[in-house]
């Protein structure tokens, strides 16, 4: 038996098929696929949640959630330390399952099972630095103390991009901070998510503090959830129609929601930028994932003296990259997340075409089976291309010439969505002025990685709301409480 094949073998072995409630593991009648991008099979076929499957889970989580929250932080932050540590043990297991049901490259799975282990240690050490205040009120006859609570049962929505990294950004600060959680993973790729808690068991959290139902029709699951009084805090990540969607829903039970939604990231590179580092990032953050990251890099714009020679590089390095199944060894790029998906880059790309793009590299699908497409460059684009103006989400490289500081400021903020920007100068001046001035959450300067569980990571605009990772991703589940003394020294 080959590596992979051992790999496969031994990660199927591990990771359940069922649904975990109150700390049991049960099987339901329905079952769905789960698909191999890379070659089109079936992997394997997982319990498929009904709503009152979904409405067990939430009942768990509830009568979980007082001694949860009474249990006390060092506790807490040790299980957290415990998974992080198991996470890692069984990395061969996580990196696999992510490759086989997602796509990305085996190098790239593992980078996101040290990436997404990161949220568990991180969150481990906030669970204990959990803290209130105690001060005079300004005119003296109040003492005003506050004390933080964790807000309640959490419902966590994954997308599929990210299966590990996305459970663990959300999942560690509620634990951290006293909440029990529902995981709801993608239907895409549930199958990370299924071992995280089969570990997530093994290191012993208690029943009921956290839950995974994995279904094929979302919407009737997590509607009653969202309408349930006990339910108080929704933490959602993936695209815009559907969190505004579920903002509303959840506006009718006044919960709490974070919304990591879509993006539409400039990458912009000045005539002063370092152009090979410049070339190098954004060949990173947009083949990253195969392009399939909400911060990816999805518009590039370079000042009109360097465009051409920035896209004639961008476009060899691209063309040197191996696409393939992502098992293999020495494979860059993988196969897009499914047919669907596949279609929509492409309908995307020809129409770049026929808004006048010229294609330097790429611009096709490739044969299948399994649902690849090329890494594609596209230079000479107007402004107001689609491609330019939606997010792509593929690994497709729109590029676009442009003047001066101010005009690509407008065009930069000319955007529903507010997530990441890129920026590549040698100017101090130059950021600290961009820095100011760009209507987003998150910032790179000459680089192209910008993730990292100490950093708070989100948006603006219709970017979502709420931020994850970082001293601010704790406070996202957890609420202020005010206790009012008179002044003691008054009689
Ligand atoms: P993407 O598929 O691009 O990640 P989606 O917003 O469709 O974006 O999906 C993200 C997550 O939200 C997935 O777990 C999906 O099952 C879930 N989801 C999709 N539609 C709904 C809905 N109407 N209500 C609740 N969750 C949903």
Not at 175 to 185: D, E, V
Not at 226 to 243: A, E
Not at 357 to 378: D, H, M
């Amino acid at each position: 038996m080959d590596e992979s094949a051992r790999l496969v073998e031994a990660a199927l072995a591990y990771v359940p098929t069922g649904l975990y409630i109150d700390g049991t593991w049960r099987s339901t009648e329905n079952t769905f696929d789960v698909i191999n991008p890379a070659t089109g099979a079936v992997i394997t076929a997982i319990s498929d949640a009904t709503p009152e499957d979904g409405m067990a889970a939430l009942d768990a989580a509830a009568r979980a959630q007082e001694s949860w929250a009474a249990t006390a932080p060092r506790v807490r932050a040790e299980l957290l330390r415990a998974l992080f540590e198991c996470v890692h043990e069984l990395r061969d297991v996580f990196a696999t399952l992510m490759t086989l049901e997602m796509g990305k490259p085996l190098t790239e799975s593992y980078g996101e099972v040290t990436y997404g282990a990161e949220f568990l240690r991180w969150f481990s050490e906030e669970a204990v630095r959990i803290n209130g205040r105690y001060t005079p009120s300004p005119e003296g006859n109040l003492r005003i103390l506050t004390v933080k609570r964790p807000v309640g049962p959490a419902l966590l929505i994954t997308p599929w991009n990210f299966p590990l990294a996305m459970a663990t950004r959300k999942a560690a600060p509620a634990l951290a901070a006293g909440c029990t959680t529902i995981l709801k993973p993608a239907g895409l790729t549930p199958l990370t998510s299924l071992a995280f808690v089969k570990a997530a068991e093994e290191v012993g959290f208690p029943p009921g503090v956290i839950n995974i139902v994995a279904t094929s029709r979302t919407a009737p699951m997590t509607g009653p959830m969202i309408q349930d009084p006990r339910l108080r805090k929704l933490s959602f990540t993936g695209s815009t129609p559907t969190g505004m969607a579920l903002m509303k829903e959840a506006a009718g039970n006044v919960v709490r929601t974070s919304m990591e939604l879509g993006g539409n990231a400039p990458f912009i590179v000045f005539e002063d930028a370092d152009l090979d580092a410049a070339v190098t990032a954004a060949r990173l953050t947009k083949l990253r994932n195969m392009g399939e990251a909400c911060n990816a890099a999805n518009r590039f714009y370079v000042h009109s003296s360097v465009a051409q020679k920035f896209g004639e590089r961008l476009a060899a390095e691209l063309s040197a990259l191996r696409v393939g199944n992502g098992l293999a060894e020495g494979i860059d790029v993988g196969p897009i997340v499914s047919d669907v998906e596949r279609d929509r880059i492409d309908g995307m790309v020809q129409a770049a075409i026929e808004d006048g793009g010229t294609v330097l590299v790429g611009g096709n699908r490739v044969a299948g089976p399994g649902f690849f497409f090329e890494p594609t460059v596209i230079a000479n684009l107007p402004a107001t291309s689609t491609l330019v103006n939606e997010e792509i989400f593929g690994p497709v490289a729109p590029i676009v010439p442009f003047e001066t500081e101010d005009e690509v400021l407008g065009y930069a903020n000319n955007s529903d969505v507010g997530l990441a920007a890129y920026v590549h100068t040698g100017s101090i001046e130059r950021v600290l002025r961009i820095a100011e001035r760009l209507e987003v959450g998150m910032i790179g300067i000459n680089s192209g990685t910008i993730s990292n569980a100490a950093a708070p990571f989100g948006g603006v605009k219709h970017s979502g709301t709420g931020r994850e990772g970082g001293s601010e991703g704790i406070e996202e589940y957890l609420e202020t409480v005010y206790v009012g003394f008179p002044d003691p020294f008054t009689k």
